[in-house]
T-cell receptor, first 114, second 119 residues
Framework: QQQVKQSPQSLIVQKGGIPIINCAYE??????FPWYQQFPGKGPALLIA?????SEKKEGRFTISFNKSAKQFSLHIMDSQPGDSATYFC?????????????FGTGTRLTIIP | GAVVSQHPSWVICKSGTSVKIECRSL??????MFWYRQFPKQSLMLMAT?????????EQGVEKDKFLINHASLTLSTLTVTSAHPEDSSFYIC???????????????FGPGTRLTVL
């Protein structure tokens, strides 16, 4: 059972465009939602994260939008650059002691073309 | 920033042999380390969580006798794939949580991964 659903599977955007990656979750016990960036042959790196009491968080060119009632959250990349080409994973986390575990989405392969 | 290293970065072995993968936190102490498996173009699946000095906790469906995890120190965890078979070929990624970790995993850092190919 996939607890965190991510779409699209792949995305091609022209430089300067705004790619949007969407995720949806089912378990309302999740209370932390990070996004990770992974380059080929490397491990994921934390990009930005949000807690469900906030509807939006912005860090540089990266913005997370969060809709608690719909149980959905999305990543927007402003002024996208070829260097942003990577695989992006959303994740969800439960902070209850003894149940801490990151659950990852299926990933989105993003390509920014010049 | 916090760095997690893995060794080797890639390994090819014959079916039936055992392979050990090391995960080290280079500049911080990690009470908890995690091992993930990632198939091509797929998500990371948690295999097990290990706490220093205690037995690892394996996720459902992961064979503990096949994937041996040892977390002997605050900076080193090892994953041994015993009697490896071609279906064990995958990208194995470790992750280490700094110190007590805090409430959220923003201090959980990932290694660069180890690509295992079993012939």
């Amino acid at each position: 059972q996939q607890q965190v659903k991510q779409s699209p599977q792949s995305l091609i955007v022209q430089k300067g465009g705004i790619p949007i990656i969407n995720c949806a979750y089912e378990n309302t016990a999740f209370d932390y939602f990070p996004w990770y960036q992974q380059f080929p042959g490397k491990g994921p790196a934390l990009l930005i994260a949000i807690r469900p009491d906030v509807s939006e968080k912005k860090e540089g060119r990266f913005t997370i939008s969060f809709n608690k009632s719909a149980k959905q959250f999305s990543l927007h990349i402003m002024d996208s650059q070829p260097g942003d080409s990577a695989t992006y994973f959303c994740a969800a986390y439960i902070s209850n002691f003894g149940n801490e575990k990151l659950t990852f989405g299926t990933g989105t392969r993003l390509t920014i073309i010049p | 920033g916090a760095v997690v290293s893995q060794h080797p970065s890639w390994v090819i072995c014959k079916s039936g042999t055992s392979v050990k993968i090391e995960c080290r936190s280079l500049d911080f102490q990690a009470t908890t380390m995690f091992w993930y498996r990632q198939f091509p173009k797929q998500s990371l699946m948690l295999m097990a969580t290990s706490n220093e000095g205690s037995k690892a906790t394996y996720e459902q469906g992961v064979e503990k006798d096949k994937f041996l995890i040892n977390h002997a120190s605050l900076t080193l965890s090892t994953l041994t794939v015993t009697s490896a078979h071609p279906e064990d070929s995958s990208f194995y990624i470790c992750s280490a949580r700094e110190g007590s970790g805090g409430l959220f995993p923003d201090t959980q850092y990932f290694g660069p991964g180890t690509r295992l190919t079993v012939l």
